[in-house]
T-cell receptor, first 109, second 117 residues
Framework: GQNIDQPTEMTATEGAIVQINCTYQ??????LFWYQQHAGEAPTFLSY??LDGLEEKGRFSSFLSRSKGYSYLLLKELQMKDSASYLC??????????WGAGTKLIIKP | GAVVSQHPSRVICKSGTSVKIECRSL??????MFWYRQFPKKSLMLMAT?????????EQGVEKDKFLINHASLTLSTLTVTSAHPEDSSFYIC?????????????FGPGTRLTVL
């Protein structure tokens, strides 16, 4: 079966750095997405990785290792507005998006 | 940009009634639209994929007669929850893709919260 694993919940302090991990086992791989979702709202796109390595976009970076079936989302200089759920999704060989359950990130002052 | 709207954003209805949710791509033509359902603290669950002008492809376990999907044009798809019951209460989200078979990035609508009394 296909599976995406992420921690259920993480807590971090305002101004700090947090890393959210995602491991996957899917039938084929055609890219990995990270989305941010605030409570009661639809997901918004954060990043896309299809090749190994680090993609940096402002305070957010995303890393991918296809051989390990592993990705992480790195958030720097955390702000209170970063409190949200972060969803990892993998596109399989049929170009279907397989979604993780999301990681709820709680930012404390 | 690639903006997707949904209407209504919230709806409360009585058990047994039908509810229609609209999903529109405002500034691009959406060859493919997706309908998701999300329960509290759970991940997105794909319900169906629809391509303009053809019948929707439903995921296993999703009742096609209960969740009617119409993709009448390249900018509009509708989801009708027929004879809604309290267990249908959920957050419904649509997304749209410019390509076919979801090969391109999906752009999400703001979601519709359905509460069935």
């Amino acid at each position: 079966g296909q599976n995406i694993d992420q921690p259920t919940e993480m807590t971090a302090t305002e101004g700090a750095i947090v890393q959210i991990n995602c491991t996957y086992q899917t039938s084929g791989f055609n890219g990995l997405f990270w989305y941010q979702q605030h409570a009661g709202e639809a997901p918004t796109f954060l990043s896309y990785n299809v090749l190994d390595g680090l993609e940096e976009k402002g305070r957010f970076s995303s890393f991918l290792s296809r051989s390990k079936g592993y990705s992480y989302l790195l958030l720097k200089e955390l702000q209170m507005k970063d409190s949200a759920s972060y969803l990892c999704a993998v596109r399989d060989s049929n170009y279907q998006l397989i979604w993780g359950a999301g990681t709820k990130l709680i930012i404390k002052p | 940009g690639a903006v997707v709207s949904q209407h209504p954003s919230r709806v409360i209805c009585k058990s047994g009634t039908s509810v229609k949710i609209e999903c529109r791509s405002l500034d691009f033509q959406a060859t493919t639209m997706f309908w998701y359902r999300q329960f509290p603290k759970k991940s997105l669950m794909l319900m169906a994929t629809s391509n303009e002008g053809s019948k929707a492809t439903y995921e296993q376990g999703v009742e096609k007669d209960k969740f009617l999907i119409n993709h009448a044009s390249l900018t509009l798809s509708t989801l009708t929850v027929t004879s809604a019951h309290p267990e249908d209460s959920s957050f419904y989200i649509c997304s749209a893709s410019k390509g076919t078979s979801g090969s391109d990035e999906q752009f999400f609508g703001p979601g519709t919260r359905l509460t069935v009394l």
